[in-house]
């Protein structure tokens, strides 16, 4: 069964040119086969399994992160889209909280300080996927950075959405505990 909210099916455009829109949704044959065989529609907290939990919308505090970039729900740019779909997966163990990001488009602060309220864990562990920072200005970065060094995770692992920028200011700011992860990276927890 796939788990994810309702709003993954959306139609998503990015404009960074008002004469050239580019369509970012779902390909249209995964939205054909999701309308057609279900899914279960994430709409709060969820439990997948007796370890495994999704976090649901995550919630906006933070007034620094936000969606990382020009997304909107129509291709004429006049409806902001908030990315509600994102979610995160997030399990414990003996170190703490681990956080499976897709995109981070809430923030990554904003997604652990979620995980952190559903699961009543305050230790973070580790931190791996898109931090979607790509986007991220000096304020954003500066900030994220500091939060983070709060959370004193023991493994931030970052892709995709990073960004090159990103992952060098993390690189310097966590030496000991920052990698960039790909596609077949593997992490093992106790």
């Known amino acids: 069964m796939v788990h994810c909210h309702p709003d993954v099916i959306l139609e998503r455009y990015s404009i960074r040119d008002p004469a050239s829109p580019r369509m970012v949704g779902i ?6 086969r999701l309308e057609r065989h279900g899914f279960n529609a994430v709409v709060s907290g969820t439990a997948v399994n007796r370890r495994l939990n999704l976090t649901g919308p995550i919630p906006r505090r933070t007034e620094y992160e ?3 970039g020009p997304f909107f729900l129509d291709a004429g ?27 981070a488009h809430a923030g990554i602060v904003n997604t652990v300080d979620c995980c952190r309220r559903q699961s009543g864990v305050e230790r973070v562990h580790a931190l791996i996927g898109g ?27 970052a892709c995709h959405c990073t960004g ?3 992952v060098e200011r993390l690189k310097t700011a966590f030496p000991e505990t920052f990698i960039e992860c790909h596609g077949g990276s593997v992490f093992r927890c106790r």
């Open 164 to 166: 090159a920028r990103a």
């Open 66 to 68: 936000d969606v990382g």
């Open 131 to 157: 931090f979607h920072l790509v986007n991220a200005d000096e304020n954003r970065l500066t900030k994220t950075i500091a939060a983070l060094r709060t959370m004193d995770p023991d493994l931030l692992a």
């Open 27 to 32: 390909p249209f044959a995964c939205k054909e």
């Open 77 to 103: 740019g006049t409806r902001p889209d908030p990315i509600h779909d994102d979610l995160a997966l997030w399990f414990e163990t003996a170190e703490g909280l681990v956080v499976v990001l897709g995109c």
